[in-house]
Protein backbone atom coordinates (compact mmCIF):
# COMPACT_ATOMS: atom_id res chain seq x y z
CA UNK A 1 0.00 0.00 0.00
CA UNK A 2 2.79 2.57 1.02
CA UNK A 3 4.71 1.65 -2.55
CA UNK A 4 1.64 2.73 -4.65
CA UNK A 5 1.02 5.29 -2.76
CA UNK A 6 4.59 6.48 -3.37
CA UNK A 7 3.66 5.63 -6.90
CA UNK A 8 0.74 7.92 -7.09
CA UNK A 9 2.50 10.91 -5.87
CA UNK A 10 5.57 10.47 -8.35
CA UNK A 11 2.88 10.18 -10.91
CA UNK A 12 1.59 13.48 -9.69
CA UNK A 13 5.20 15.11 -10.03
CA UNK A 14 5.62 13.55 -13.71
CA UNK A 15 2.21 15.27 -14.83
CA UNK A 16 1.75 18.41 -13.05
CA UNK A 17 4.96 21.22 -12.60
CA UNK A 18 2.61 23.19 -10.19
CA UNK A 19 3.28 20.29 -7.92
CA UNK A 20 6.43 21.43 -4.97
CA UNK A 21 6.51 18.89 -2.42
CA UNK A 22 5.17 15.32 -1.64
CA UNK A 23 3.52 17.00 1.35
CA UNK A 24 1.49 19.30 -0.82
CA UNK A 25 0.51 16.53 -2.99
CA UNK A 26 -0.82 14.93 -0.27
CA UNK A 27 -2.99 17.66 1.12
CA UNK A 28 -3.70 19.45 -1.63
CA UNK A 29 -4.81 17.00 -5.01
CA UNK A 30 -8.41 16.22 -5.02
CA UNK A 31 -7.77 13.91 -7.08
CA UNK A 32 -5.23 11.95 -5.34
CA UNK A 33 -8.00 12.38 -2.69
CA UNK A 34 -10.58 10.47 -5.07
CA UNK A 35 -8.07 7.49 -6.15
CA UNK A 36 -7.22 6.56 -2.96
CA UNK A 37 -10.36 6.67 -1.58
CA UNK A 38 -11.93 4.98 -5.10
CA UNK A 39 -9.25 2.18 -3.81
CA UNK A 40 -10.75 1.34 -0.67
CA UNK A 41 -14.44 1.32 -2.09
CA UNK A 42 -13.34 -0.90 -4.92
CA UNK A 43 -11.96 -3.42 -2.47
CA UNK A 44 -15.53 -3.17 -0.41
CA UNK A 45 -17.14 -3.85 -3.69
CA UNK A 46 -15.80 -6.54 -4.87
CA UNK A 47 -16.10 -8.35 -1.59
CA UNK A 48 -20.06 -7.67 -1.15
CA UNK A 49 -19.94 -4.72 0.46
CA UNK A 50 -21.88 -2.82 -2.18
CA UNK A 51 -23.93 -0.81 -0.27
CA UNK A 52 -21.49 0.56 2.24
CA UNK A 53 -19.11 1.40 -1.14
CA UNK A 54 -21.79 3.59 -2.64
CA UNK A 55 -21.95 5.09 0.71
CA UNK A 56 -18.45 5.96 0.92
CA UNK A 57 -18.07 6.84 -2.73
CA UNK A 58 -20.66 9.38 -2.01
CA UNK A 59 -18.47 11.23 0.67
CA UNK A 60 -15.53 10.97 -1.64
CA UNK A 61 -17.76 12.92 -4.12
CA UNK A 62 -18.74 15.62 -1.78
CA UNK A 63 -15.01 15.91 -0.46
CA UNK A 64 -13.80 16.31 -4.00
CA UNK A 65 -16.19 16.66 -6.44
CA UNK A 66 -14.93 14.03 -8.50
CA UNK A 67 -17.47 10.87 -8.68
CA UNK A 68 -16.10 7.47 -9.04
CA UNK A 69 -18.56 4.41 -9.21
CA UNK A 70 -16.62 1.69 -6.67
CA UNK A 71 -17.17 -1.22 -9.14
CA UNK A 72 -15.03 1.10 -11.72
CA UNK A 73 -11.64 -0.97 -12.52
CA UNK A 74 -8.85 1.60 -12.46
CA UNK A 75 -5.16 1.03 -13.48
CA UNK A 76 -1.87 2.14 -11.61
CA UNK A 77 -0.07 5.60 -12.24
CA UNK A 78 -3.90 6.55 -12.80
CA UNK A 79 -3.76 11.23 -12.73
CA UNK A 80 -6.97 13.33 -11.90
CA UNK A 81 -5.64 17.25 -12.62
CA UNK A 82 -8.19 19.67 -10.23
CA UNK A 83 -11.28 17.01 -11.17
CA UNK A 84 -13.94 19.11 -10.17
CA UNK A 85 -16.92 17.26 -12.45
CA UNK A 86 -15.39 14.21 -13.58
CA UNK A 87 -17.59 11.65 -13.13
CA UNK A 88 -16.61 7.60 -14.00
CA UNK A 89 -19.17 5.19 -14.25
CA UNK A 90 -19.33 1.68 -13.18
CA UNK A 91 -18.27 -0.74 -15.72
CA UNK A 92 -15.50 2.07 -16.82
CA UNK A 93 -12.38 0.57 -17.04
CA UNK A 94 -8.82 2.77 -17.40
CA UNK A 95 -5.36 1.46 -17.93
CA UNK A 96 -2.02 2.34 -16.49
CA UNK A 97 -0.63 5.98 -16.74
CA UNK A 98 -3.97 7.90 -17.80
CA UNK A 99 -4.55 11.62 -17.08
CA UNK A 100 -7.83 13.25 -17.33
CA UNK A 101 -8.87 17.12 -16.58
CA UNK A 102 -11.63 18.41 -15.30
CA UNK A 103 -15.46 17.81 -16.27
CA UNK A 104 -14.53 14.41 -18.55
CA UNK A 105 -17.47 11.71 -18.42
CA UNK A 106 -17.21 7.99 -18.96
CA UNK A 107 -20.38 7.56 -19.38
CA UNK A 108 -22.99 4.93 -21.21
CA UNK A 109 -25.53 5.18 -23.45
CA UNK A 110 -27.79 2.75 -22.39
CA UNK A 111 -30.10 1.49 -19.36
CA UNK A 112 -29.26 -2.06 -20.48
CA UNK A 113 -27.42 -4.79 -17.57
CA UNK A 114 -23.40 -4.90 -18.98
CA UNK A 115 -21.14 -3.22 -19.99
CA UNK A 116 -21.93 0.38 -20.83
CA UNK A 117 -19.03 2.08 -20.55
CA UNK A 118 -15.72 2.98 -22.28
CA UNK A 119 -12.52 1.55 -21.55
CA UNK A 120 -9.37 3.94 -21.68
CA UNK A 121 -6.16 1.91 -22.78
CA UNK A 122 -2.61 2.58 -21.52
CA UNK A 123 -1.64 6.56 -21.47
CA UNK A 124 -4.74 7.83 -22.72
CA UNK A 125 -4.78 11.39 -21.87
CA UNK A 126 -8.58 13.36 -21.88
CA UNK A 127 -9.13 16.75 -21.87
CA UNK A 128 -11.39 19.15 -19.55
CA UNK A 129 -15.03 19.15 -20.18
CA UNK A 130 -14.54 15.88 -22.76
CA UNK A 131 -17.36 13.36 -22.48
CA UNK A 132 -16.61 9.92 -23.83
CA UNK A 133 -20.03 7.91 -24.06
CA UNK A 134 -20.41 4.14 -24.73
CA UNK A 135 -19.11 0.20 -24.38
CA UNK A 136 -16.61 1.22 -26.64
CA UNK A 137 -12.11 1.17 -26.30
CA UNK A 138 -10.08 4.31 -26.64
CA UNK A 139 -6.37 3.17 -27.93
CA UNK A 140 -3.17 3.49 -26.35
CA UNK A 141 -1.52 6.79 -25.88
CA UNK A 142 -4.41 8.63 -27.74
CA UNK A 143 -5.55 11.99 -26.85
CA UNK A 144 -8.97 13.34 -26.63
CA UNK A 145 -9.90 17.21 -26.98
CA UNK A 146 -11.06 19.58 -24.67
CA UNK A 147 -15.12 19.45 -24.68
CA UNK A 148 -15.09 16.76 -27.63
CA UNK A 149 -18.24 13.55 -27.75
CA UNK A 150 -17.02 10.64 -28.37
CA UNK A 151 -19.31 7.98 -28.96
CA UNK A 152 -17.24 5.42 -31.35
CA UNK A 153 -13.92 3.53 -31.10
CA UNK A 154 -10.47 4.81 -31.15
CA UNK A 155 -7.77 3.77 -32.77
CA UNK A 156 -4.34 3.72 -30.83
CA UNK A 157 -2.33 6.30 -30.84
CA UNK A 158 -4.78 9.10 -32.29
CA UNK A 159 -6.07 12.89 -31.57
CA UNK A 160 -9.84 12.79 -31.49
CA UNK A 161 -11.43 16.56 -31.17
CA UNK A 162 -14.95 18.05 -32.07
CA UNK A 163 -18.41 17.13 -31.67
CA UNK A 164 -18.91 14.55 -32.44
CA UNK A 165 -15.36 13.15 -32.08
CA UNK A 166 -13.52 12.78 -35.16
CA UNK A 167 -9.53 11.60 -35.85
CA UNK A 168 -7.55 14.75 -36.92
CA UNK A 169 -3.62 12.77 -36.03
CA UNK A 170 -2.59 9.51 -36.32
CA UNK A 171 0.75 8.23 -36.12
CA UNK A 172 1.47 6.72 -39.38
CA UNK A 173 4.26 6.51 -41.39
CA UNK A 174 4.46 9.17 -43.95
CA UNK A 175 4.80 11.01 -41.08
CA UNK A 176 7.74 8.99 -39.17
CA UNK A 177 9.15 8.92 -42.66
CA UNK A 178 9.50 12.71 -43.16
CA UNK A 179 10.40 13.11 -39.55
CA UNK A 180 13.52 10.71 -40.04
CA UNK A 181 14.28 12.34 -43.24
CA UNK A 182 14.60 16.14 -41.71
CA UNK A 183 16.61 13.90 -39.29
CA UNK A 184 18.99 12.72 -41.81
CA UNK A 185 19.23 16.33 -43.73
CA UNK A 186 19.91 18.23 -40.41
CA UNK A 187 16.80 20.31 -41.39
CA UNK A 188 14.38 21.39 -39.33
CA UNK A 189 11.58 22.68 -41.11
CA UNK A 190 10.15 25.54 -38.45
CA UNK A 191 10.17 23.01 -35.85
CA UNK A 192 8.06 20.62 -38.08
CA UNK A 193 4.78 21.88 -36.76
CA UNK A 194 5.16 23.79 -33.56
CA UNK A 195 3.80 21.96 -30.23
CA UNK A 196 3.62 18.43 -30.75
CA UNK A 197 3.65 18.08 -34.28
CA UNK A 198 -0.31 19.01 -34.47
CA UNK A 199 -0.43 22.98 -35.86
CA UNK A 200 -1.93 23.30 -38.73
CA UNK A 201 -0.01 25.24 -41.07
CA UNK A 202 -0.27 24.74 -44.65
CA UNK A 203 3.71 25.49 -44.92
CA UNK A 204 4.63 23.43 -42.70
CA UNK A 205 2.62 20.80 -44.55
CA UNK A 206 4.23 21.58 -48.05
CA UNK A 207 7.87 20.60 -46.29
CA UNK A 208 6.18 17.20 -45.21
CA UNK A 209 5.10 16.18 -48.38
CA UNK A 210 8.61 17.28 -49.82
CA UNK A 211 10.19 15.22 -47.08
CA UNK A 212 8.26 12.37 -47.43
CA UNK A 213 8.90 12.27 -51.34
CA UNK A 214 12.54 13.16 -50.67
CA UNK A 215 12.25 9.86 -48.43
CA UNK A 216 10.64 7.77 -50.84
CA UNK A 217 13.86 8.62 -53.46
CA UNK A 218 16.33 7.68 -50.83
CA UNK A 219 14.55 4.54 -50.65
CA UNK A 220 14.96 3.92 -54.13
CA UNK A 221 18.50 5.51 -54.20
CA UNK A 222 19.62 2.85 -51.45
CA UNK A 223 18.27 0.21 -53.42
CA UNK A 224 20.17 1.17 -56.14
CA UNK A 225 23.15 1.58 -53.92
CA UNK A 226 22.63 -2.31 -52.40
CA UNK A 227 22.86 -3.58 -56.00
CA UNK A 228 25.63 -1.88 -57.25
CA UNK A 229 27.74 -2.98 -54.47
CA UNK A 230 26.55 -6.86 -55.27
CA UNK A 231 28.45 -6.21 -58.45
CA UNK A 232 31.26 -4.19 -56.53
CA UNK A 233 32.24 -5.07 -53.40
CA UNK A 234 34.33 -2.07 -53.34
CA UNK A 235 31.53 0.64 -54.41
CA UNK A 236 31.03 3.57 -51.67
CA UNK A 237 27.51 4.64 -51.02
CA UNK A 238 28.71 7.42 -49.25
CA UNK A 239 26.61 9.99 -47.01
CA UNK A 240 24.47 12.47 -47.30
CA UNK A 241 25.49 15.95 -47.50
CA UNK A 242 23.87 17.70 -44.59
CA UNK A 243 21.34 21.34 -45.41
CA UNK A 244 23.33 23.99 -44.44
CA UNK A 245 21.59 27.55 -43.69
CA UNK A 246 23.50 29.50 -45.89
CA UNK A 247 21.86 27.24 -48.84
CA UNK A 248 18.44 28.90 -47.89
CA UNK A 249 20.30 32.11 -48.32
CA UNK A 250 19.67 35.32 -50.86
CA UNK A 251 22.64 36.84 -52.55
CA UNK A 252 22.71 40.73 -52.19
CA UNK A 253 25.35 42.82 -52.67
CA UNK A 254 27.84 41.54 -50.64
CA UNK A 255 31.73 40.77 -51.16
CA UNK A 256 31.81 37.36 -52.91
CA UNK A 257 31.52 34.16 -50.97
CA UNK A 258 29.05 36.00 -48.34
CA UNK A 259 25.23 36.16 -48.63
CA UNK A 260 22.47 37.07 -46.21
CA UNK A 261 19.28 35.58 -45.28
CA UNK A 262 15.89 36.08 -46.41
CA UNK A 263 14.96 37.82 -43.44
CA UNK A 264 12.96 40.92 -45.22
CA UNK A 265 9.85 40.97 -47.33
CA UNK A 266 12.08 43.38 -50.12
CA UNK A 267 14.96 40.53 -50.19
CA UNK A 268 14.86 38.41 -53.77
CA UNK A 269 14.26 35.05 -54.07
CA UNK A 270 16.92 32.69 -53.28
CA UNK A 271 19.75 32.12 -55.95
CA UNK A 272 18.10 35.82 -57.14
CA UNK A 273 20.35 39.29 -57.34
CA UNK A 274 18.59 42.67 -57.65
CA UNK A 275 19.54 46.00 -58.83
CA UNK A 276 17.60 49.13 -59.10
CA UNK A 277 14.37 47.04 -58.60
CA UNK A 278 15.42 44.63 -62.00
CA UNK A 279 15.81 41.17 -61.76
CA UNK A 280 19.15 39.32 -63.09
Given amino acids: MIAQLRE ?7 RDPAARNAFEVLTCYPGLHALLMHRVNHWLWLRGFKWFARFLSQIARWLTGIEIHPGAKIGRRFFIDHGMGVVIGETAEVGDDVTLYQGV ?10 KRHPTLENG ?7 KI ?7 ANSKVGSNSVVTKAVPPDS ?5 PGRIVKRTDTAADRSAAM ?3 MGFDAYGMGGAGGELPDPIVKSFKVVL ?18 KL ?3 FNNGELAKLQESDLACIDDEPEGKSKPCCDDNSAAPGHKQKNGVES
Fill in 8 to 14: DVRSVFH
Fill in 105 to 114: TLGGTSWDAG
Fill in 124 to 130: VVVGAGA
Fill in 133 to 139: LGPFTVG
Fill in 159 to 163: TVVGV
Fill in 182 to 184: AAK
Fill in 212 to 229: DHIGKVDERVNGMCRSLR
Fill in 232 to 234: DAQ
